[in-house]
């Protein structure tokens, strides 16, 4: 076991990647108010989800 400042990433490259991605997608929905479960609502920002 690697001793890295991030102690959070796993060690699988795969992994890291995915986490990357997840980490991104987060900032990304809180810099942009949007839904968490859908960063980018389909037919653009004028139209939200209705349910």
């Known amino acids: 076991m690697e001793n890295k400042s991030d102690a ?4 699988d490259p795969v992994a890291q ?5 997840l980490l991104a997608v987060q900032a990304y929905r809180e810099r942009h108010k949007l839904p968490l479960y ?3 609502p389909v037919g653009g920002e004028r139209k939200r989800v209705t349910k």
């Open 8 to 11: 959070v990433v796993p060690d």
């Open 17 to 21: 990647a995915y986490y990357r991605y």
């Open 38 to 40: 859908h960063p980018q």
